[in-house]
């Protein structure tokens, strides 16, 4: 069965911190990808990894950064963690598809972090 | 740079009535279609895709989508829904050739009602 993790379902950090969001995947997908979901505004992409070691800009990058050391876990940095960044992250990965063909993305269940 | 418009942020409905959640994209280039739903507490769970071939998609839990290419459309439809439905709806776009990023709308939270 198809599995994405996520280290924690709730977390509450404090203004300043360094945060880590870990992500794991059990299928062997290249494509891991960040998310955030915030009332309104749908899923935004902070940051996705086509392969270990690489790494591309998502729509939002500003105050991330990411980590992939090894092809099944891809980690999500706030260097200094800030109250606007309170919300909830999403973690999702996929085979590399190449065209024509589509591979679908398998979500987590998501971290809701709240940044005081 | 392609973009999702979901105009609408709640849809409340009743138990057994039928359903359409609303979804028009905007791209210059051909695109792949998706909806996805997350129920309460849990992440995004792929419902239906529009790869290409027949513009009428079926998906899991009962929902369809159609392909309008002339309206750049691609509601969601539910003959009679159910308590269990109850779920917020995203509708994303990617397109076709080189690209692995998905474009989602901000969501649609469907209320079903007894």
């Known amino acids: 069965d198809v599995k994405v993790t996520q280290s924690s379902r709730y977390l509450v950090k404090r203004t300043g911190e360094k945060v880590f969001l870990e992500c794991v995947q059990d299928m062997d997908h290249e494509n891991m990808f960040w998310y955030r979901q915030d009332p309104g505004l749908g899923l935004r992409l902070i940051y996705f990894?086509?392969?270990?070691?690489?790494?591309e800009k998502g729509d939002i990058p500003e105050g991330y950064s990411v980590s992939r050391e090894k092809k099944e876990r891809f980690s999500l940095i706030l260097e200094s963690a800030s109250t606007n960044q309170t919300s909830m992250y999403l973690c999702a990965s996929s085979l590399m598809g190449r065209p024509p063909y589509y591979n679908e993305q398998f979500f987590g269940p998501g971290t809701r972090l709240t940044v005081l | 740079a392609q973009s999702v418009t979901q105009l609408d942020s709640q849809v409340p409905v009743f138990e057994e009535a039928p359903v359409e959640l609303r979804c028009n994209y905007s791209s210059s280039v051909s695109v792949y279609l998706f909806w996805y739903v997350q129920y309460p507490n849990q992440g995004l769970q792929l419902l239906l895709k529009?790869?290409?071939?027949?513009?009428l998609v079926k998906g899991i839990n009962g929902f369809e989508a159609e392909f309008n290419k002339s309206q750049t459309s691609f509601h969601l439809r539910k003959p009679s829904v159910h308590i269990s439905d109850t779920a917020e709806y995203f509708c994303a776009v990617r397109v076709t050739v080189g690209g692995n990023k998905l474009t989602f709308g901000t969501g649609t939270q469907l209320k079903v009602e007894l």
């Open positions: 529009y790869l290409s071939g027949s513009t």
């Open positions: 990894s086509y392969d270990v070691k690489m790494k």
